[in-house]
């Protein structure tokens, strides 16, 4: 079973947690908040979404380079995780 799978509802509550934060954000934009407002909100949203992403990363890591059932298995994942990051960091 994937680490996804496996630890799904903690990471769709962390999804969700995000939306409401993004709907703050629609909130605040609607109510003509203070920019500061708005950009306090929007640090919450990259924060949550900054450990969101680690969290999937490490499982990555761990299931699919660490524990890989074989050396091919291990090349992939760590090749997939390489394109991620490379997309992430740009």
């Not at 949550?48 to 969290?55: F, N, Q, S, V, Y």
């Amino acid at each position: 079973m994937s680490h996804t799978v496996r630890d799904k509802a903690k990471l769709l509550a962390r999804v969700r947690r995000m939306k409401g934060q993004m709907e703050a954000v629609e909130r605040a934009l609607e109510a003509e908040a203070p920019c500061g407002d708005v950009l306090q909100l929007l640090a919450s949203i990259r924060g949550a979404l900054a450990g969101l992403t680690g969290e999937v990363i490490e499982g990555h890591l761990h299931e699919h380079v660490v524990h890989a059932e074989n050396d091919a298995e291990r090349d992939k994942a760590a090749a997939e995780l390489a394109d991620v990051l490379r997309t992430y960091i740009r």
